[in-house]
């Protein structure tokens, strides 16, 4: 037990063989390495009164094998490397640990968790990197604060891993990783220049419906990859990702966001933004479900934005597109655009259905949104206020389309298919342009109609909400 002080300007080593190692008082260096180790089968403890500091430049290792596990509520603060080790039991850190320069390492290997409680704190003012990795079997929970100007990974390899805390990079990028046979939680906010989150095994959840803060915030890229898992909204219809670059997602064996749509494909009913991946993103969006095991699942892709446009480089699933730009609460509408990087390769928008809704256009007349349908069996579906601008893709896989409704609330549609289609409704306010690239093709278009009143849209909803 040490409750008093001790000072030193040389290497100052603290070492415990037995029993608890318990610092209530203060251990400061101004020269030379601060070494603090617990080899007994008990706990060691950093009281809320004890403080670990070194202003030498030099490095502070605290590490514990006791079976009692590590509880860090007081400070350590360093201008050198600083490493937290524990290799038995939980690692609790409710106090702080501050870097004005060199890294933080905070490590658990133990059987139990690693956990930064809600008045816990990491951070590196000194331009350095801040690792927090868990191989213990909890899994790792961040409630508190981790700030760094420097880079910040964040890696959890067995349990799950929730962020509910803040975690920021200031200068750099935040790259969070869990392999652990449960799910990422995101229900915090993580910020950075650039964020990067990977999971494999389980599923990644985005989002708080109660607090409906943005959950990934980069000022300019955000990219997420899964694999054997979801992307998924955990049940609020915030946005979720923001990015004032792009944004990348893939996910491998697993869906981004659920399927929603109902019957009619654009109906007042067919959208629910709990269930979306809700963006706003500034620059380019790329997506892609794949099912690799060859399993037949539908593994789709549902985004959505709020009055914001979509800028669609590439969104490709083994399973529907379904796809939102909504109004936000002032009114602000957004507009499904092409914004394609590889547009003589790839078409903007593949599924084996294709569903859309836009609060403002679809395309434009001088820059359609090319789109595949990669199964005719499945009705496609595509509704906007403004203006519709379609061109269908797949002329080397002979691929037919199958629309339900084709609507334009305000303006016209143009549409330009490769070969056979059939359409049930083409609905416009304005002109209606449907043509085939294939001299002989086998177009069906059941009902053409000026009435947009006719079949009712997602928009609709706000008149029903006002009866």
Do not use: C, P
């Amino acid at each position: 037990k040490m409750d008093g002080m001790i000072t030193n300007a040389g290497q100052t080593l603290v070492t415990n063989k037995a029993g608890d190692l318990n610092l209530n008082g203060t251990v400061q260096n101004t020269a030379g390495r601060i070494s603090i180790n617990n080899l007994g089968n008990g706990s060691l403890n950093v009281g809320t009164t004890g403080s670990v500091t070194n202003t030498g430049n030099n490095s502070i290792a605290i590490n514990n094998s006791g079976n009692g596990g590590m509880k860090m509520d007081g400070m350590i603060t360093n201008a050198g490397q600083t490493l937290v080790t524990n290799k038995a039991g939980d690692l609790n850190l409710n106090g702080t640990v501050q870097n004005t320069a060199g890294r933080i390492s905070i490590n658990n290997s133990g059987n139990g968790s690693l956990n930064v409680g809600t008045t816990g704190s990491v951070t590196n003012t000194g331009n350095d990197r801040i690792y927090i990795t868990n191989t213990g079997d909890g899994g790792m929970n961040v409630n508190g604060t981790v700030d760094a100007d420097g880079h910040v990974l964040l890696t959890n390899r067995k349990g799950g891993m929730n962020v509910a805390g803040n975690v920021t990079s200031n200068k750099q990028n935040v790259v969070l990783t869990n392999t652990g046979e449960k799910a990422m939680a995101v229900n915090g906010t993580v910020k950075g220049t650039k964020i990067t989150v990977t999971g494999k095994g389980a599923d990644v959840v985005l989002g708080n419906k109660d607090t409906e803060q943005i959950a990934l915030d980069a000022s300019k890229k955000v990219s997420i990859t899964v694999e054997n898992g979801n992307l998924k909204n955990a049940g609020t219809d915030a946005d979720l990702i923001k990015s004032d670059g792009d944004l990348f997602m893939n996910v491998t064996n697993g869906s981004i966001g659920e399927d929603v749509v109902a019957e009619n494909g654009i109906g007042t009913d067919s959208r629910d933004l709990t269930k979306s991946v809700n963006v706003n993103v500034k620059g380019r969006v790329k997506a892609f479900t794949t099912d690799k095991d060859k399993s037949g699942d539908n593994y789709v892709i549902n985004i959505a934005t709020k009055g914001k446009d979509l800028n669609v480089d590439r969104i490709k699933a083994d399973g529907k597109v379904i796809l939102l730009t909504d109004k936000d609460a002032e009114g602000n509408t957004g507009s499904i655009l092409n914004a394609a990087t590889e547009l003589d390769k790839y078409a903007n928008v593949k599924g084996t259905s294709v569903q859309m809704i836009s609060s403002g256009s679809i395309g434009t007349a001088n820059n359609a949104l090319h789109f595949r349908q990669t199964d005719a069996n499945q009705k496609s579906n595509v509704m906007a206020v403004k203006d519709i601008n379609l061109h269908a893709r797949g002329e080397d896989y002979g691929e037919d389309v199958n629309f339900g409704t084709i609507k334009s609330k305000e303006g016209s549609v143009n549409v330009n298919l490769i070969r056979d289609g059939v359409i049930d409704n083409v609905i416009s306010a304005g002109n209606i342009n449907v043509e085939s690239r294939k001299n002989d093709a086998n177009l069906q278009i059941k009902n053409q109609s000026h009435n947009t009143s006719l079949i009712k849209d997602y928009f609709d909803k706000d008149l029903d909400d006002n009866l």
